[in-house]
């Protein structure tokens, strides 16, 4: 009985070590941009072990980003919670300073079980640089439930690393040299013109 109930120990708690928390990741298309410039903002999640509980009914969350430097022109949705052709729900709301994303899945519990894939693309944002600086993207107020009902249950993610930075560049103006140098040429050939004709 005792080597039982320490097999059993023994199994629970190498379960409990090897199983980590789903891990949410953000990536940046590009690490600057120049001012009118668009680039594309990626979270997505890992770790949600395919074709078995827990799988992702509903993600809420916000993003924080500098909005004197970005503004968030655009916006789309990956397909792990449209499964079998059944549609999502999803709002953006747009705040000073951060963005507000929703998704909820129509899909039976039995079906993101079986079809959810381990790791997946939840969200795209487009971005595009409006004034020269740099913005730091994170997330913040995250909040993950899986499909069980009644009532769908919390889901402890890991998302501290879900960060981003991206640079926004002037627009390169001429140099006065340059322009200058562009206006003698132009001067001389309408003086050749003119001499010629």
Known sequence: ?????????????????????????????????????????????????ANTAPSLKIYQMEVWYNDTVFDVTGHSVGTQLQLNGNNSSWFRVSKPGYVIVREHSDNTEQELNDLQADSFHLFRLTLTGIKPGF??????????????????????ASFAAARA?????????????????????????????????
């Open 135 to 156: 913005s730091s993207f994170y997330l913040a107020n995250v909040s993950l439930l899986d499909p069980r009902s009644p009532e769908p249950q919390p889901i402890a």
């Open 165 to 197: 930075s991206i640079a926004v560049n002037a627009v390169p103006e001429p140099s006065a040299a340059g322009v200058l140098l562009g206006s003698l040429g132009i001067a001389a050939k309408l003086l050749r013109r003119k001499r010629h004709a």
């Open 1 to 49: 009985m005792k080597a039982l109930l320490k097999t059993l120990i023994f199994t629970f708690a190498t379960a409990m070590l090897c199983h980590a928390d789903p891990v949410l990741h953000m990536v940046a298309s590009a690490p600057s941009v120049d001012v009118g410039q668009t680039v594309f903002l990626d979270v997505s999640i890992s770790g949600m072990f």
